[in-house]
């Protein structure tokens, strides 16, 4: 694959990733009619799970203690602990509200980036765009309206957010772990990081 070829691919599936997550928060909205935040958790990805074990390969490769600590501290941060924050704040606050604040993720990486990952602060275009994004998103979220403030659920939105940015950190730094493995390897990775999420919310 030219590496022209391998752009477009990430970038479409990119943008295929932001439009599922991006109907997440009002679908987790409508299932909170019905269903607890923990139920709608356990429910998601009981099926994510599912997926994964039909779709991984059944490789025979075993993992090293630091590739398990990776994954199980993967499932806590971005499968557990984000969505129970985010289900639980969409209890409280508009899905709307949600969406904005999540916007700010990127900030929170960057920041994260500098701290524990001793990165190089990103540029002025970089903090730019992240605002032009946010103005974006709430224009097209509350066209006509304007945003109500939830104390409880906003704040619970922001740190989904920031952990989802400690997620994204720990994805950065985990690829060089499982780089040597291929593709179809990695959905089994996923599939343990699925586990890993699943023991962490059972006793709740």
């Known amino acids: 694959m030219t590496p022209t070829n391998s752009n477009t691919t990430a970038h479409l599936a990119a943008f ?36 994964l074990y039909f779709l991984s390969a059944k490789s025979t490769y075993q993992l090293t203690r630091r590739q398990n600590v990776y994954l199980a501290s ?6 557990c602990l984000y969505y129970l924050l ?5 209890t409280y606050t508009q899905a709307s509200n949600v969406g904005v604040i999540m916007s700010v993720s990127p900030f929170f990486t960057a920041i994260f980036s500098c701290v524990l990952l001793k990165e190089k602060l990103p540029s002025a ?4 765009g992240v605002c032009l994004a946010i103005v974006g998103i709430y224009l097209l979220s509350f066209s006509g309206g304007t945003m109500a403030v939830n104390p409880k659920g906003d704040l619970l ?12 950190i720990l994805m950065k730094s985990e690829s060089s772990a499982f780089r040597q493995y291929s593709s179809h390897e990695r959905f089994s990775d996923t599939e343990s990081s699925l586990c890993s999420r699943h023991y962490y919310s059972s006793p709740v």
């Open 86 to 90: 985010e289900n639980i704040a969409l």
């Open 125 to 128: 275009a970089f903090f730019i």
């Open 16 to 51: 295929l990733t932001i439009l599922c997550w991006g109907t997440t928060f009002v679908s987790t909205k409508v299932l909170l009619q019905g269903f607890t935040p923990v139920q709608i958790l356990l429910i998601r990805f009981c099926i994510g799970f599912a997926a």
């Open 74 to 79: 993967a499932g806590f941060l971005g499968i």
């Open 157 to 168: 939105a922001i740190s989904a957010a920031a952990v989802w940015a400690l997620y994204s």
